[in-house]
């Protein structure tokens, strides 16, 4: 059965040719030719390799022995029978017997035409396997690079089944990239089997947890993060609190004043609740919420305070630096460090030194002012110094006779420059002593510091009292004000705390602090942080106001997320709960191998059975008392599931009793899918494609058809363009073509030729999923190019690495398949052009006629680097009439295309100087010149182009040769291109749709027929 | 489905053929070590034939002298004997240059087909599975390139890519990455036990599959199963060759390291280096008695391999042999033959420097040489380039050249024969042959 489907690829190639039909000899004639030779070993009695030939004398009966006449044909063929010491055939008889077998079984064909034909299970190829694990997994790893390779078969293809081989190397193999797969995946009850870029291998459970809650803290912050004001983005605390007023007082809903002031609706929430909140106290958080409980009902009233609010709560933060204001250095305060009060004090002649005991009462708040810096003009003095002198003078003032007319002013001066120097060297507590240029203040107080004249600068070197017995119950303020002074019987707000560290007293401060922090960080990160935080909160929502509860961010996100969410939090649930309960971790088990019988689901194509199902919960829990971790049980079943032949080969199953007399029988709805989705992707049915074939829809024509063209659109049609069109084409693997001279072509560097891949690749990709014509193949007048590539072209214009469709290139012969790189490249020498490999392309790769091996005792040709030698010897070749046959149709074609040199450049001239001739001449005299005139010879083919395609695109979809009884869909395939003016989709519906396509031979028809 | 006469005589050729998977359990009680150092075949293949006219070599007075190609192996002239003549008849009937000749191990027909191969199971796998019993690896099929997908002539071109088949229809897996190669040969067995359970759970979705499908598909499924089982049997064997070496049984390997480092994954750049590469992990192999069967492709039929490292020398392999008597092109494939007889060389000589004792390694061993054309411009399969090296643990004298074209029965299957034979895998008949040639 075999040899009849070369016998028609012979058929197809002498029709390609010119097909004479010839009258097929008669039965009455072959007969007697039969009985003469065969009869006397093949009869009823004497049954020669079991074969008796008499029986058919009457009847040849060719439909139910078409078997039995194939192998005579054959045997005859090739010479096996008659045996060689037996009388032999003549010629003519040899002819009259194979012809009117040849034509009986073409009768046959015609009768049988819509036979799904023979298709041996296929095992995923490379190809495949790489791109059904990047679907199930999510994520390229390119595993299959370091498989057995592939070789093609049936029309040309790596996807036929009797080619794919299986071996104890290949499952070897099927096993590491299996256990490699295994190891870089998580399996957790809630996220379930997740793949990650990098390998996570065994893992302890304080790993496990630390991962998922990393993985969660990371998710809260990536999606958080867009909806978060960034640092310096506008906050509008003022307008937040202002909306809260107004729906205190004004009634007005939350969510009305959201829209109509702009506000986030989720925000303004947070805001309401928190000035509302009374927990968790802290005193500086109630610098807002406090504040604005107090404020008037009267709106111009409490819009001022509101004003002021926000001026007290933005005092915290650096405006210029978010991150680094006070609310960022109060962790690191530290009563041994001096803290200095420094400001410009220009034009004044006081300033006010504020100490604030926070208002938690005053023990141990005693300040000691070490040093005062001031700056007068371009002097920096001393203070105490200069205030000596000016004492001593001012005195000196006072004290001449007649007093001077400003002594009350002087008096005055000089008794508060006196209040200072009293201060000196003083302590408020009894007993302790402090050095004479010290100063204490003890809060809260203020203290008025009178200035040097002309002062414009002021540094108060300040620290705390740490010699003060109290000194651990401080928590003390300072600043300075050249204004008011400020209120220091209170928190002062925008003021560091003064403490002691590591006092109990420090620690319930900063506890109190942090709480104001918490609900208004100072920068993104921290905010982002906040919402991470979720994780520790227990479904309670934290405080801040510029934050995302759980809830909240459930309702800013898609169904995806909010599912992720809530299946990363149980994993942090079940990872983190302390002593589980066996209910609990029964829990665990359920969800981890539920997990699994998805994943093997969509692995192996189909549903699974009850007795998988329990084959795999089986393998998990006996891993799990080998002791194995959970993960690492749910691993041996994830490689289990992958090394299964249900998921290695695409198995087409018969029903347990086949119906013998049914020869085909409809694939069932997943089977279809997988054949539509390993045709149009190379790949596994992705979710929508399953779930049609789960509700059986798919088996609908217009379902299928939807589907087919859906998919057709979808991204990874582009494997149409890279497996069907790159192994029919030759371009598949050209990434690493490395036969070119790269001494005499450096310009061809690896970046060359990946663009020149890439080029025809993108072509033939919005080819299938545009659904251009096919004609563009051959005829399109665009490519797709990079900048570097339109430079090897020499097409201006095209600027930088991105490729894109460049129209319009006819000029520069270049537009489809006969100008690109690739091609030329490919079908060239390693140092020089052969246009009988160009040719020999044309005729049999893209046109399809097979020309037959040369002869034996080629004569000798000389074929050298000089082109226009070359095509004299070639010419020369062609006088002896055996070459001539061939190479008078497969030169021309390629004489066409000499003006393109080894690595695809155009060239006027070769290497010697000499002008190219790109002229052909077919036999019958069709002539043609160069690029464009080769190109409207091949359009005036179309036909056997399209021809050539449909057979092509056929034996890709099915994984087999193409058959005598596929005529027919060919036709309607070619009758459709033609209709739909060569639209891709059109030839790949009539396949999904053919008879051929949805059905697969029972065991009954592979006993019988071809 | 009937069997065909051909499928019949393929069939007998196999009849002592992988029966080692079968009956594996036989041998449970025999010992896998013996006392003397084991013998070792290699096949080493270069595709596209030879230049014709500096291959092989005479006999004078002073013995056998070397034609220009074969001068590499001075050096090592009394551990080799040189053929002329041998051949196999089935391959110059019929169409295709190239494709009907890919049978040199085995002899029968290549079946013209684009979908369901068939030659024949080749002498290498014969032997692998009688030889296989006693060494971790059954085999080694190494190789340099990958098949193409070219279904145009008729031929699929999957027949160039190999020259060992471990079933009629089921060619042996090459491999071709060193890194793969090395870890194939010399991983201790560990992975693969750790398998074990898994192993049996898939084969039981074999068997439950099994029902379900054509016959046509059972085929491909079995292969799947055979593979599974011998996978088993391997990690069972790995075990009890451990514990023979453990307890010092028997003969031991002189080399017991891996004194080879990891390869770099991929594939080396120069074709050299490849090549280098690989006779290195054979050597490595046969040294630490890892395997005892090797079949290397230097290089596919049709192979466009290029030498970079050879300066002067453009164009490929396959077309620098359909020189077409231009003597420039001419003269650059002879320096391609000398090169790759070279690198053969080198392996050799490293084989003849393992001391195993009594003898050396290459002493030990039968290393041939071959293609499936002699001349490749011209397609002429009608003699085949053969050169035999090592002393098969001392059964072949070296330094002969054996004229055999004018011998009647002068069929390569008969060579093989004699290897099969030495090797330990007794037959009466082979391929196309039905005695075995004296050497």
């Known amino acids: 059965m075999f040899r009849f489907q070369i016998a028609y690829f012979i058929i197809i190639a002498t029709a390609l040719g010119g097909f004479r039909a010839e009258a097929a000899p008669d039965w009455k004639v072959v007969e007697p030719m039969l009985a003469a030779r065969c009869y006397e070993c093949h009869n009823a009695d004497k049954t020669k390799g079991d074969v008796d030939l008499q029986r058919f004398a009457g009847d040849p009966d060719v439909p139910a022995n078409f078997e039995i006449w194939t192998t005579v044909k054959d045997t005859i063929d090739n010479g096996d029978m008659p045996p060689r010491k037996a009388k032999q055939l003549t010629s003519e008889e040899k002819a009259a017997i194979t012809g009117w077998v040849q034509h009986s079984l073409d009768l046959l064909a015609e009768a049988k035409s819509g036979d799904p034909g023979p298709v041996t299970m296929r095992r995923l190829t490379n190809a495949e396997y790489d791109n059904t694990i990047r679907d199930l997994t999510g994520r390229d790893y390119a595993l299959a690079k370091e498989f057995q390779s592939d070789g093609g078969g049936g029309e040309g293809f790596t996807n036929t089944g009797d080619v794919l081989f299986m071996s104890p190397a290949a499952i070897d193999k099927y096993f590491a990239a299996a256990r490699k797969l295994a190891d870089h995946a998580t399996v957790m009850p809630g996220t379930g089997i997740v793949f990650h870029p990098q390998r996570i291998g065994l893992r302890g459970p304080e790993q496990v947890k630390a991962q998922a809650q990393q993985g969660l803290y990371v998710w809260y912050q990536q999606k958080a993060a867009p909806h978060l004001p960034k640092d310096f983005d506008p906050m509008r605390e003022g307008d937040y609190m202002l909306a809260c007023w107004k729906h205190q007082h004004q009634n007005v809903p939350l969510d009305r004043l959201a829209k109509d002031m702009k506000l986030s609706v989720h925000f303004l929430n947070n805001w309401w609740n928190l000035v509302n909140s009374t927990e968790p106290p802290s005193r500086f958080l109630d610098l807002v919420r406090v504040n604005w409980r107090e404020l008037p009902a009267d709106e111009k009233a409490a819009h001022d305070r509101i004003r002021a609010i926000e001026a007290d709560l933005l005092s915290w933060n650096n405006p210029k630096k978010p991150g680094s204001g006070p609310q960022r250095w109060q962790q690191d305060s530290d009563g041994i460090r001096p803290y200095p009060m420094q400001g410009s004090v220009s034009g004044k002649s006081h300033i006010h030194l504020c100490f604030g005991d926070i208002g938690d009462g005053n023990k141990g708040d005693i300040a000691l002012v070490t040093h005062i810096e001031v700056s007068v003009g371009k002097q920096k003095l001393n203070y105490l110094s200069w205030l000596e002198k000016t004492l001593a003078e001012k005195r000196k003032q006072a004290a001449v006779n007649p007093p001077p007319p400003s002594l009350d002013a002087l008096k005055a001066r000089i008794a508060e420059l006196e209040k200072v120097r009293a201060l000196c060297g003083k302590h408020p507590q009894p007993g302790r002593t402090i050095e004479p240029q010290v100063l204490a203040f003890a809060a809260p107080q203020v203290f008025k510091l009178p200035l040097p004249e002309g002062a414009h600068w002021l540094k108060v070197d300040t620290r705390l009292d740490m010699q003060n017995p109290e000194v651990d119950e401080a928590s003390i303020q300072w600043t300075m004000t050249t204004d008011k002074p400020r209120d220091v019987t209170k928190i002062i707000p925008g003021v560091l705390t003064i403490w002691k560290r590591s006092t109990k007293k420090s620690g319930e401060t900063m506890n109190d602090f942090n709480k104001m922090k918490a609900a208004f960080p100072d920068m993104f990160e921290r905010r982002l942080e906040e919402v991470a935080s979720n994780l520790y909160r227990g479904g309670k929502p934290g405080i801040t106001v510029y934050y995302f509860s759980d809830d909240q961010l459930g309702q800013l996100l898609g169904a995806h997320d909010r599912k992720q969410l809530e299946a990363m939090k149980n994993d942090w649930y079940f990872v983190a709960t302390p002593n589980p309960k066996p209910q609990h971790l029964k829990q665990i088990d359920d969800s981890i191998l539920s997990h699994l019988r998805e994943f093997a689901k969509r692995a192996w194509r189909r549903p699974i059975t009850d007795e998988e199902t329990k084959k795999l919960d089986a393998l998990y829990f006996v891993s799990r008392q080998k002791e194995l971790d959970r993960e690492s049980a749910a691993r041996e079943v994830l490689v289990r599931v992958l090394v299964s032949p249900n998921f290695l080969f695409k198995a087409e199953t018969l029903p347990p009793i086949a119906d013998a007399k049914t020869p085909e029988l409809p694939l069932n709805a997943h089977e279809l899918a997988s054949r539509l989705s390993y045709f149009l992707w190379a790949s596994t049915p992705d979710w929508e494609l399953r779930k049609a074939a789960d509700d059986g829809s798919l088996l609908k024509r217009e379902v299928l058809a939807a589907q087919t063209n859906r998919m057709l659109r979808d991204p990874k049609a582009a494997a149409l363009a890279k497996e069907f069109a790159g192994q029919w084409l030759k371009f598949n693997g050209f990434d690493a073509h490395n036969s070119v001279d790269e001494k005499k072509f450096p310009q061809f560097t690896p970046e060359l030729r990946a663009d020149m891949h890439r080029e025809v690749v993108e072509f033939f990709t919005h080819l299938v999923r545009d659904d251009r014509s096919v004609s563009d193949i051959i005829g399109g007048d665009y490519t797709f190019l990079n900048e570097r590539l339109a430079k090897h072209y020499g097409i201006p214009g095209v600027t930088g690495g991105e490729f894109r469709e460049v129209k319009g290139i006819a000029p520069h012969r270049r537009g489809g398949l006969l100008g690109m790189g690739a091609i030329l490249t490919k079908t060239s020498r390693p140092h020089r052009t052969s246009p009988v490999v160009r040719g020999d392309y044309l005729y049999q790769v893209v046109l399809g006629i097979a020309s037959p091996p040369p002869p034996p005792n080629v004569p000798e040709l000389k074929e050298t680097s000089k082109p226009s030698s070359l095509r004299e010897a070639l010419l020369q070749h062609r006088t002896d009439s055996a070459c001539a046959v061939c190479h008078e149709r497969i030169d021309p074609l390629g004489f066409a295309l000499e003006s393109f040199d080894p690595i695809g450049r155009f060239r006027a001239t070769d290497e010697t100087g000499g002008k190219i001739d790109d002229t052909g001449e077919m036999p019958g005299g069709a002539r043609f010149t160069g690029f464009a005139g080769l190109r409207d010879y091949l359009k005036k083919n179309e036909p056997q182009f399209v021809t050539q395609l449909t057979r092509k695109l056929l034996g890709y979809a099915l994984g087999r040769q193409t058959l005598p009884s596929d005529k027919k869909l060919l036709q309607q395939m070619q009758a459709s291109l033609k209709a739909s003016n060569g639209k891709f989709s059109a030839a790949v519906l009539e396949i999904v749709r053919s008879r051929q396509f949805l059905n697969r031979r029972t065991e009954a028809t592979v006993a019988t027929n071809p | ?439």
Request: charged residues 25%.
């Open chain 2, 1 to 439: 489905m009937k069997t065909s006469r051909r499928h019949f005589l393929r069939g007998t050729g196999v009849a002592l053929g992988l029966p080692w998977l079968e009956s594996f359990c036989a041998f449970g009680a025999e010992s896998v070590k013996h006392n003397t150092a084991p013998r070792r075949l290699a096949v080493c293949f270069t595709g596209n034939g030879v230049n014709p006219h500096h291959w092989g070599a005479e006999t004078t007075p002073g013995g056998m002298v070397f034609k220009k190609s074969l001068s590499p192996l001075e050096g090592l002239k009394k551990h080799v004997n040189v053929f002329t003549g041998l051949w196999n008849p089935t391959t110059v009937e019929g169409e295709g240059g190239h494709y009907p000749k890919m049978n040199v191990l085995c002899g029968l027909k290549v079946k013209k087909t684009t979908t369901d191969v068939e030659v024949g199971t080749t002498m290498d796998q014969l032997i692998a599975a009688h030889t296989g019993r006693f060494t971790p690896v059954p085999s080694v099929v190494l190789g340099t390139e990958r098949p193409s997908y070219s279904t145009d002539s008729g031929f699929t071109s999957i027949y160039s890519a190999y020259i060992s088949w471990s079933t009629p229809t089921t060619p042996a897996p090459k491999e071709i990455f060193p890194q793969q190669a090395f870890d194939q040969l010399f991983d201790d067995g560990s992975r693969r036990k750790r398998d074990k359970s898994i192993l049996d759970l898939v084969r039981e979705d074999a068997n439950s599959l099994k029902p379900k499908l054509s016959s046509r598909d059972k085929q491909k499924l079995d292969e799947y199963l055979t593979s599974v089982r011998e996978i088993e049997q391997r990690v069972e064997l790995a075990e009890r060759i451990s514990q023979a070496e453990t307890n010092g049984q028997g003969w031991q390997p002189s080399v017991k390291t891996v004194t080879l480092g990891r390869p770099a994954a991929g594939i080396p750049a120069s074709s050299e280096d490849h090549l280098r590469l690989m006779f290195d992990i054979m050597l490595l192999a046969f040294q630490m008695d890892r395997t005892r069967v090797a079949t290397f492709m230097m290089n596919n039929d049709l192979s466009n391999m290029r030498f970079p490292s050879l300066d002067g020398i453009s164009g490929g392999i396959h077309e620098l042999s359909h020189h077409a008597g231009d003597e420039h092109r001419l003269s650059m494939y002879q320096r391609v033959n000398e090169h790759q007889v070279k690198l053969w060389a080198e392996f050799l000589a490293k084989m003849q420097a393992t001391n195993e004792g009594e003898r050396t390694l290459l002493e030990n061993s039968m290393i041939l040489l071959t293609s499936s054309l002699m001349d490749g411009n011209a397609h002429d399969s009608r003699q085949l380039p053969v050169v035999l090296a090592g002393g098969g643990g001392g059964t072949i004298q070296g330094g002969r050249f054996h004229d055999l074209s004018k011998d009647p029965n002068r069929k390569l299957c008969r060579l093989h024969l004699a290897l099969m034979d030495r090797m330990g895998v007794r037959v009466d008949h082979f391929g196309d042959a039905e005695n075995a040639l004296a050497i």
